[in-house]
């Protein structure tokens, strides 16, 4: 059980950060590139003792972990944040394009 934390924390240190760095300007919207993107993490739990014959759903909680793709939508979600509430050097207007005809 420790070798599993162990190596749980190494994943969580150096494996993570590489598949969440700059998620927000590269975050995948194709449902078979987050697919893809996911395999990794559902790869490297699965080979934890234990733990390969239970649904990766299952495998989250028990690690106490959350999917890529919720804490990619979570970074999205606070750069909107920051956009909006002035934390960073973005502005709204740079972000957005106001059109001026009525097209939808």
């Not at 996911?38 to 003792?49: A, D, Y």
Request: proline share 4%; with cysteine; hydrophobic share 35%.
């Amino acid at each position: 059980m420790i070798r599993s934390r162990l190596i749980l924390k190494a994943y969580i240190t150096y494996v993570r950060p590489i598949l969440e760095y700059c998620s927000p300007v590269w975050s995948p919207h194709h449902k078979y590139l987050i697919n893809k993107t996911e395999s990794v993490q559902k790869f490297f739990t699965k080979r934890l003792p234990g733990l390969w014959d239970i649904s990766y759903s299952k495998r989250l909680q028990l690690l106490n972990l959350q999917s890529l793709e919720y804490r990619r939508i979570f970074q999205d979600l606070m750069l909107c944040y920051q956009i909006l509430h002035g934390c960073c050097d973005a502005t709204i207007a740079s972000c957005f394009v106001h059109r001026s005809d009525d097209s939808t």
